[in-house]
């Protein structure tokens, strides 16, 4: 799995990204290799390795993630035709960064998950 550098950098913004929304909770941006037409990734501000290190105290940034998800979408223009969240975790979600991310997809229609 790669290290979470990148995506501590494009946080900080030391790095180009092309971020859609970002408050003091999380940050999204649009995904370097897009799968779909629309593709987002959306990431907690302070670092969580991967969904196994979400616990009572960290939670609430889900909520908030799931939330923005929404708002991203609507902003996107995806909301009615309808979208994808995706977590991967660890080697056989294909999780390849060690940040928990959210993906964010639509714009087009979705096959099946595997
Ligand atoms: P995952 O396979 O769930 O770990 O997804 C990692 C995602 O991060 C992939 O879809 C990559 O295309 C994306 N990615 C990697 N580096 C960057 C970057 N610098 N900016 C935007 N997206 C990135």
Known sequence: MKNNNIFEKIIKKTIPSDIVYQDEILTAFKDIKPIAPTHI???????????????????YILGHMFYISTIVAKKEKIDQDGYRIIINCNKNGGQEINYLHMHLLGGKKLGKMC
């Open 41 to 59: 990734l959306i990431i907690p501000n302070i670092f969580i390795s991967c969904a196994n290190e979400i616990n009572k105290e960290n939670c």
